[in-house]
């Protein structure tokens, strides 16, 4: 079945609408940033560049280092820009753009986001490295799919029990991380725990400025969660919807995210931008040595 004009829409040199890209510009390994100017920050380790395109804060770089092809492309902030990142990649990869069909042989991508973060737990030190077990979204955009079979249903029982959030019209819904590729980014240098993505910077994730906010304890009240031996370890704005739309595509996803802010102990890395550079190093040598077979 044909796909209509007013759904699979395309610019008029053939892109995808967002994004302005064309199939053939995407690799099969995707490194998502949240920042545009993170985007050159990751490919100035590329060995070559062969594609550089914009449009709004999309910003994409494809390119290689060690033989390995690798695309590079900034979502914004928050899932509603996820939503049209994940599914537009996955477009670009499945869909037949001249046709207008799906394709009878799927693509499967890896995405790897490096992003920043915000620690809960006094025990995880400004500037280290988290990998996200599972994506934990009180946004609600899995809810608009047909995602049970993508789910952690076992995670939001035992958290919505926990938390008692309803009254506030909060479920939360779970998506977990691709352990296969999670096995390639083993080290040292990684802790693991559960993520929280939120809807917003302020409210959502329990600050007050002006505003007084509904739920007392917020932070707190997280941070006591655990869960198969995983703790809740930190607050940001992307990682749920990136496994959830990443399962449901049939693609693989981890999350990684360098801890800026302790909000258990108040402090504020004083390099983050270094610490966000050790982290995009680190990636890419991991990324080098991927194997998926």
């Given at each position: 079945?044909?796909?209509?004009?007013?759904?699979?829409?395309?610019?008029?040199?053939?892109?995808?609408?967002?994004?302005?890209?064309?199939?053939?510009?995407?690799?099969?390994?995707?490194?998502?940033?949240?920042?545009?100017?993170?985007?050159?920050?990751?490919?100035?380790?590329?060995?070559?560049?062969?594609?550089?395109?914009?449009?709004?804060?999309?910003?994409?770089?494809?390119?290689?280092?060690?033989?390995?092809?690798i695309t590079v492309i900034s979502t914004g902030?928050?899932?509603?820009?996820?939503?049209?990142?994940?599914?537009?990649?996955?477009?670009?990869?499945?869909?037949?753009?001249?046709?207008?069909?799906?394709?009878?042989?799927?693509?499967?991508?890896?995405?790897?986001?490096?992003?920043?973060?915000?620690?809960?737990?006094?025990?995880?030190?400004?500037?280290?490295?988290?990998?996200?077990?599972?994506?934990v979204g009180f946004d609600g955009l899995l809810?608009?799919?047909?995602?049970?079979?993508?789910?952690?249903?076992?995670?939001?029982?035992?958290?919505?029990?926990?938390?008692?959030?309803?009254?506030?019209?909060?479920?939360?819904?779970?998506?977990?991380?691709?352990?296969?590729?999670?096995?390639?980014?083993?080290?040292?240098?990684?802790?693991?725990?559960?993520?929280?993505?939120?809807?917003?910077?302020?409210?959502?994730?329990?600050?007050?400025?002006?505003?007084?906010t509904a739920i007392p304890n917020f932070n707190?009240?997280?941070?006591?969660?655990?869960?198969?031996?995983?703790?809740?370890?930190?607050?940001?704005?992307?990682?749920?919807?990136?496994?959830?739309?990443?399962?449901?595509?049939?693609?693989?996803?981890?999350?990684?995210?360098?801890?800026?802010?302790?909000?258990?102990?108040?402090?504020?890395?004083?390099?983050?931008?270094?610490?966000?550079?050790?982290?995009?190093?680190?990636?890419?040598?991991?990324?080098?040595?991927?194997?998926?077979?």
């Amino acid at each position: 079945m044909s796909l209509g004009s007013s759904e699979l829409i395309l610019n008029p040199d053939g892109s995808i609408y967002h994004l302005n890209l064309l199939p053939e510009d995407i690799a099969d390994i995707v490194i998502t940033v949240g920042d545009p100017d993170r985007v050159s920050q990751v490919s100035k380790y590329f060995d070559s560049i062969e594609l550089k395109k914009k449009k709004r804060e999309f910003v994409t770089h494809t390119g290689s280092i060690s033989g390995k092809r690798i695309t590079v492309i900034s979502t914004g902030i928050g899932t509603d820009n996820i939503d049209i990142v994940l599914n537009e990649l996955d477009a670009l990869a499945n869909i037949d753009f001249t046709s207008r069909t799906i394709k009878e042989k799927k693509r499967q991508l890896s995405f790897i986001r490096i992003g920043t973060s915000g620690s809960i737990q006094p025990n995880i030190p400004i500037d280290s490295f988290v990998l996200s077990s599972s994506g934990v979204g009180f946004d609600g955009l899995l809810y608009f799919y047909d995602s049970g079979q993508a789910r952690n249903s076992e995670l939001e029982l035992k958290l919505n029990d926990y938390l008692g959030w309803s009254t506030q019209n909060i479920r939360a819904y779970a998506a977990d991380f691709d352990e296969k590729l999670a096995e390639q980014f083993a080290s040292n240098r990684i802790r693991y725990g559960i993520t929280i993505t939120n809807s917003g910077f302020y409210g959502p994730q329990g600050r007050n400025l002006r505003l007084a906010t509904a739920i007392p304890n917020f932070n707190e009240r997280l941070a006591a969660f655990s869960h198969q031996n995983y703790q809740i370890t930190n607050l940001e704005m992307e990682t749920s919807a990136i496994y959830g739309l990443a399962k449901l595509h049939g693609h693989r996803a981890i999350s990684l995210n360098a801890i800026l802010a302790n909000r258990a102990t108040g402090e504020f890395s004083k390099n983050g931008k270094k610490a966000i550079d050790q982290l995009i190093q680190f990636a890419l040598e991991k990324i080098v040595s991927i194997d998926l077979n």
